[in-house]
């Protein structure tokens, strides 16, 4: 809904020639973006710049972002003339989420309309918002008719020398390592999201893409060409098969670019990248239900072939009342006592709701079977009412690796298929969120990140996986759900070096509406009660979330709720022992909580269980190992 704003926040139009031309300023007053002219008239090219109070400082965060398109009939970039700016208005819109870190959200923000002609006289539009926790902007043609190809997108992130980042290159299953960089020398493609930290003040800021629809494909950040410039780039001919451009009618809006800014805690908190996406396009949401999943494929990668140890994971979700079981690649092979429909109907009869994998198809290279049943809409009607008649409650799709506008199309035609049968959805192999899980509230999880399958693959992540995994809560895991398959307290291919509180920490720690529990039976069941009791409760999806602090590859810690119930937890990703202190200032006032605490005992293989009784106003301390951590519950006392 918009309505007028008449006051709140400011809007400079300048008439005569100067360069800054307007200012929109968020909600807060603490974030603005302003538009430019770079040559300080009304024609030309234009940017933006983003800035930043703070108390009574204010800071620039991003000095100039490169505005402009080149379609194929014409550029709108240079010359571009301005003729006016609309109306501004106020975006205020609260929804629910059914997943997620937070159960309501809220779209507020301020918004203006920037008009422009050129020269050849086609109009584009420019939307421009300002956030409480950080701004958006899009690109429209408004004029109704004409079909054309965009050959590129000129929109480019300077960056200041002295940025701080956190950045990863770019790679389609973009599973790879983010890595620190105090300046700007590499040069390379680079996947989003991209943590950024302003000099050495309080600001941060994270650069991702929302809304991404038919009409566009995804895009990646490079620096290739002006190493402290990062352009918003197209996928490249060889990225998969099909046209590399995208074709697009008028009229036509581009996807959002997002830029999430503020301190630590407005980063890893920030909903932003769904609060401006598409609402749902479902009515009935009833029978989306988040929960945890067993999943063998982490300690035997060939187990779903084998039906007897696809039974013992059904046995593991039924002990520890997860929803879900996942019956992964070669469920079509099973064998050993009996066959997937056998599953299906062992898994409902112990009360566990069996998910299943299909190949995407879509790379010729990759021969996992079934390779087809997804391809086409008649082989998902077909397939998709089979699995519906037989009980699944889900599919996981995998293998995109393209990001092209034919695959986005591929997504979403699952996404609206499946919705049809009441079947949730995963994406693996694939890209990171763009906003759909607002949209499309059945899709539960992505992967798009270097989870605990690579201890399958080689040796890295045994030695990378301290540091990652308190890089992901502020980067990837930010801006939608991450099937990072975490807590595995046994040894897969290669070991882990992270301790037992660490690994129980990462259920709180990553967001994931179905977050599948890697590790065999015996590593759960052998676990103290106080950690066995945990990982039964603690949920999938979440009322709020709370950063409590930390700082990217070195430490965090998050509280999430659920109910009255607040879940926390806290890892140590360096390699020497801290104590971190826990404040409970976030708890509701007047209210006394009972607190159970699992931390690292003596050794990373040991636990510890303390209890007690917290208030608002309780701090309490953490002795955590190197490469340690903590989870801890609080329940509500009468």
């Known amino acids: 809904m918009k309505t007028k704003l008449f006051t709140a926040f400011l809007l400079l139009i300048a008439m005569s020639a100067v360069s800054q031309k307007l200012t929109v300023t968020s909600p807060n007053q603490k974030i603005s973006v302003s538009l430019f002219n770079a040559r300080q008239v009304n024609t030309g090219e234009w940017y933006l710049k983003v800035s930043y109070h703070k108390d009574t400082l204010l800071s620039e965060v991003i000095p100039r972002i490169n505005l402009g398109l080149i379609r194929n009939d014409q550029g709108f970039s240079k010359d571009l003339k301005f003729l006016k700016a609309g109306t501004p208005t106020t975006i205020k819109e609260n929804y629910s989420a059914i997943h997620g870190k937070r159960s309501l959200c809220s779209n507020e923000a301020n918004e203006v309309v920037v008009a422009f002609e050129n020269p050849g006289k086609a109009k584009m ?4 918002r300002a956030y409480n926790d950080g701004v958006a902007f899009r690109y429209e043609f408004p004029e109704k008719e004409g079909a054309f190809t965009i050959q590129d997108e000129l929109t480019a992130y300077v960056i200041s020398d002295t940025t701080e980042r956190w950045l990863q290159k770019f790679d389609l299953s973009n599973e790879g390592l983010y890595s620190h960089m105090k300046d700007d020398q590499a040069k390379q493609n680079w996947s989003y999201p991209a943590l950024f930290h302003v000099g050495n003040n309080a600001c941060w800021y994270l650069v991702h893409e929302a809304d991404v629809d038919r009409d566009y494909c995804a895009t990646k950040l490079s620096n290739l060409d002006d190493q402290s410039s990062y352009k918003v780039s197209l996928p490249y001919p060889h990225e998969g098969e099909g046209e590399a451009l995208p074709t697009i009618k008028l009229p036509w809006k581009s996807p959002w670019r997002v830029i999430i800014v503020g301190g630590l805690s407005d980063i890893v908190e920030s909903t932003l990248v769904d609060d401006i996406s598409s609402p749902s396009v479902l009515d009935d949401t009833d029978w989306i239900q988040p929960g945890k999943v ?18 013992e994971f059904t046995d593991l979700a039924a002990a520890m009342d997860w929803p879900y079981t996942l019956f992964d690649w070669e469920w079509d092979v099973m064998a050993n006592g009996g066959n997937v429909e056998d599953a299906a109907k062992y898994a409902l009869s112990k009360g566990v709701k069996p998910l299943i994998w299909y190949n995407s198809g879509m790379d010729k290279w990759i021969t996992a079977t079934p390779v087809d049943r997804m391809k086409t809409h008649e082989n998902r009607m077909k397939e998709f009412a089979w699995l519906h008649e037989k009980g699944f409650a889900g599919i996981k799709v995998d293998f995109f690796l393209s990001e092209k506008q034919y695959m986005i199309d591929y997504y979403l035609d699952i996404l609206e298929d499946a919705a049809k049968f009441e079947l949730l959805v995963y994406f693996h192999g694939c890209l990171v969120p763009r906003g759909w899980a607002r949209t499309y509230p059945h899709l539960m ?4 990140v270097r989870g605990a399958e690579w201890y399958n693959n080689n040796p890295e992540l045994t030695t990378t996986a301290p540091e990652h995994n308190s890089v992901m809560p502020f980067t990837r895991n930010v801006v939608g759900s991450m099937d990072y398959t975490p807590v595995t307290f046994t040894n897969s291919q290669h070991p882990h070096i992270t301790s037992y509180g660490h690994e129980l920490a990462l259920s709180v720690l990553f967001e994931s509406a179905l977050q599948h529990m890697a590790d065999r039976p015996e590593g759960y069941f052998n676990l103290p009660d106080a950690a ?7 949920p999938a999806a979440w009322d709020d979330t709370k950063f409590l602090g930390g700082f990217p590859g070195r430490d965090v810690m998050l509280a999430r709720q659920t109910g009255d119930s607040w879940y926390i937890g ?10 971190q202190t826990i404040s409970f200032d976030f708890l509701k006032a007047g209210q006394k909580y009972k607190l159970t605490l699992i931390a690292d005992g003596i050794h990373d293989k040991i636990l510890s269980v303390k209890y007690l009784v917290v208030d608002k106003t309780s701090r309490v301390d953490v002795k955590l190992l190197r490469r340690g951590g903590f989870a801890a519950s609080l329940i509500t006392l009468q």
């Open 125 to 128: 539009n420019l939307i421009v």
């Open 570 to 579: 806290g890892i140590n990703s360096e390699n020497r022992e801290k104590t």
């Open 445 to 448: 999880t992505y992967e798009g």
């Open 532 to 538: 066995k009791w945990f990982l039964k409760e603690v």
């Open 294 to 311: 067993s999943w063998n494929y982490w300690s035997d990668n060939h187990g779903t072939r084998d039906f007897k140890t696809v039974c």
